[in-house]
């Protein structure tokens, strides 16, 4: 039964923590783009960015059931290779959530960058600094502040999931089973009291995470205006 009742929170984290570290990956190179560059296409790839913070989860995630079903050409891709449909699967869920949770580390990455200004990476060029050592010496250093903003809205973003979680992965026990599906359960069931618990746990999750943010703010723009 404790081992039951952990698997929805071992699993949450898990996906949460794999969302985190493939979207740092994936993100940096997007927000470095978006913050540098003056091209034409640079507002429509903000918006595509953007988009899963106007979006409704369902609907996010029924098109990606789509994409990645039998029918569709990832779906197609991913058998082709031998990989197997995504949906329903861990996997599936994790492609999901990068996607979900993108613009919550894309831009504060981006804002990041944008504060570093030129100044810095100029001084930096004048000293034969390649354009690679530019941004992993000089960029990523003064925006270790939106790093660590980007890690924790996207960590605590994926644990909250739950539209296109549902969509995608479903119910299923130790595979798919999340935290914030695991409270649905719960209610669904009339186990309030499992509900509960999961419920408060989240919500001092949550207060935390929150808090956590604003000190890290608040140490920047004291470190700022000294």
Do not use: C
């Amino acid at each position: 039964m404790l081992e039951t009742y952990w698997d929805p929170v071992w699993l949450t984290l898990k996906l949460a923590t794999t969302t985190t570290l493939l979207l740092l990956l994936v993100g940096t190179p997007i927000a470095w783009w978006l913050a540098r560059t003056e091209h034409w296409l640079r507002q429509p790839i903000a918006a595509i960015v953007a988009l899963p913070l106007v979006l409704p989860p369902t609907v996010l995630g029924f098109y990606l059931l789509l994409v990645m079903g039998p029918e569709g050409w990832v779906g197609q891709l991913t058998e082709a290779l031998g990989i197997g449909l995504l949906p329903f699967t861990f996997e599936g869920l994790v492609v999901a959530s990068v996607i979900y949770s993108l613009p919550f580390t894309v831009q504060p990455l981006q804002n990041a960058f944008e504060s570093v200004g030129d100044r810095f990476l100029e001084v930096a060029a004048t000293l034969r600094a390649a354009p690679w050592d530019r941004f992993l010496f000089v960029a990523v250093p003064l925006a270790r502040n939106g790093f660590l903003t980007a890690a924790v809205l996207t960590f605590a973003h994926t644990i909250g999931e739950f539209g296109v979680i549902l969509m995608i992965g479903g119910n299923i026990p130790g595979e798919t089973k999340v935290l914030s599906v695991a409270i649905y359960d719960h209610v669904e069931s009339l186990e309030y009291l499992e509900a509960h618990w999961l419920s408060a746990g989240m919500v001092v999750f949550s207060f935390v995470v929150l808090v956590t943010l604003y000190a890290l703010n608040g140490k920047a723009r004291s470190g700022a205006l000294r």
